[in-house]
């Protein structure tokens, strides 16, 4: 009887079909945002679930040339690692299903699972345009993943904890952001191309590459990249309140700060034109890096002078 209480918050509140769901209602703000600011009217409230039912109910067409345990896995994999990285997060203001020492190391790498699925389904499959979108994801990865967890890596060094539960309590009522700008910056950034989201969305350009790595893929494996995404969506917005919004106490905090967040990505996206991949990974990885590595070095040396 106790495992079945411990399941209920783990597949239904405040994780699993809530998440999912959660997931998908912070996908369609963003994209009626979006259109808000370039003047359009975009999609109806319940568009996206009716994409997911759509693309769950169609057949999965396996292509030939693939492996298909691979093909039919990796979308599985990609969503559980996102689900996984789910239970370390203070999820609406209520504490982490899970914590120890360490976990957001464990929590941006987790984030990165789904990326690497994506690369792999692409390099699966020998469609000329899955390959193209494959090379640039993966190549994409390493302009901004380094960037993004230095990023986060500076309210732990303030808090000093690698503990996302614990890095929380210290910024709870500390907005970090006031005293760590760079990093904010360029962690809203690194989420935005974690995400390939625009200005970041060469890796699927639909005027170049079609639909990039997922070209090949329609039906329930499509669905579950998707949804994969939305709950990564949610997990970094959340990440990036907890640590440097002054925290994420209650669910009313959360849901202000995180569509705060979502509407800072929102203007992004509709402010700059798609960047081509070697823009991206010159300048993102050169001066987005290296900026986040100068604000370390004088957090830590004005710590050591402090103390």
């Given at each position: 009887m106790?495992?079945?209480?411990?399941?209920?918050?783990?597949l239904?509140?405040p994780?699993?079909?809530?998440?999912?769901?959660?997931?998908?209602?912070?996908?369609?703000?963003?994209?009626?945002?979006v259109?808000?600011f370039?003047?359009?009217?975009?999609p109806?409230?319940?568009?996206?679930?009716?994409?997911m039912?759509?693309?769950?109910?169609?057949?999965?067409v396996?292509?030939?040339?693939?492996?298909?345990?691979?093909?039919v896995?990796?979308?599985?994999?990609?969503?559980?690692?996102?689900?996984?990285?789910?239970?370390?997060?203070p999820?609406?203001?209520?504490?982490?299903?899970?914590?120890?020492?360490?976990?957001?190391?464990?929590?941006?790498?987790l984030?990165?699972?789904?990326?690497?699925?994506?690369?792999?389904?692409?390099?699966?499959?020998?469609?000329?345009?899955?390959?193209?979108?494959?090379?640039?994801?993966?190549t994409?990865?390493?302009?901004?993943?380094?960037?993004?967890?230095?990023?986060?890596?500076?309210?732990?060094?303030?808090?000093?904890?690698?503990?996302?539960?614990?890095?929380a309590?210290?910024?709870?009522?500390?907005?970090?952001?006031?005293?760590?700008?760079?990093?904010?910056i360029?962690?809203?950034?690194?989420?935005?191309?974690?995400?390939?989201?625009?200005?970041?969305?060469?890796?699927?350009?639909?005027?170049?590459?079609?639909a990039?790595?997922?070209?090949?893929?329609?039906?329930?494996?499509?669905?579950?990249?998707?949804?994969?995404?939305?709950?990564?969506?949610?997990?970094?917005?959340?990440?990036?309140?907890?640590?440097?919004?002054?925290?994420?106490?209650?669910?009313?905090?959360?849901f202000?700060?995180?569509?705060?967040?979502?509407?800072?990505?929102?203007?992004?996206?509709?402010?700059?034109?798609?960047?081509r991949?070697?823009?991206?990974?010159?300048?993102?990885?050169?001066?987005?890096?290296?900026?986040?590595?100068?604000?370390?070095?004088?957090?830590?040396?004005?710590?050591?002078?402090?103390?």
């Amino acid at each position: 009887m106790n495992t079945i209480l411990a399941l209920i918050p783990l597949l239904f509140f405040p994780g699993g079909l809530f998440l999912l769901l959660l997931g998908l209602a912070y996908e369609w703000v963003d994209r009626k945002l979006v259109a808000q600011f370039q003047n359009r009217i975009g999609p109806r409230w319940f568009q996206p679930l009716a994409d997911m039912v759509k693309l769950l109910a169609k057949e999965e067409v396996v292509p030939e040339g693939v492996n298909p345990v691979v093909f039919v896995g990796l979308p599985v994999v990609a969503l559980a690692g996102a689900l996984t990285a789910a239970l370390y997060v203070p999820l609406v203001g209520l504490p982490p299903s899970h914590s120890f020492p360490g976990d957001l190391i464990v929590t941006v790498y987790l984030l990165s699972v789904m990326t690497l699925c994506i690369g792999l389904a692409g390099s699966n499959t020998p469609d000329r345009f899955s390959l193209a979108g494959a090379t640039r994801t993966l190549t994409q990865l390493f302009s901004y993943e380094a960037p993004f967890l230095l990023a986060l890596l500076g309210p732990a060094i303030v808090a000093g904890s690698w503990q996302i539960s614990q890095i929380a309590a210290y910024a709870n009522s500390r907005w970090l952001i006031l005293t760590q700008p760079i990093g904010f910056i360029v962690a809203l950034i690194g989420l935005i191309g974690k995400l390939e989201l625009p200005p970041f969305d060469a890796p699927e350009a639909e005027t170049e590459i079609v639909a990039g790595a997922l070209t090949e893929y329609s039906g329930r494996g499509l669905a579950l990249f998707r949804l994969g995404k939305g709950v990564e969506l949610v997990v970094g917005l959340t990440l990036i309140a907890a640590f440097y919004l002054g925290g994420v106490a209650n669910p009313l905090f959360f849901f202000i700060k995180t569509l705060a967040l979502l509407l800072g990505l929102a203007a992004l996206q509709s402010l700059f034109a798609r960047l081509r991949i070697d823009q991206t990974v010159g300048l993102w990885w050169r001066y987005g890096a290296i900026l986040v590595l100068i604000q370390l070095l004088a957090m830590i040396v004005l710590k050591g002078i402090v103390s």
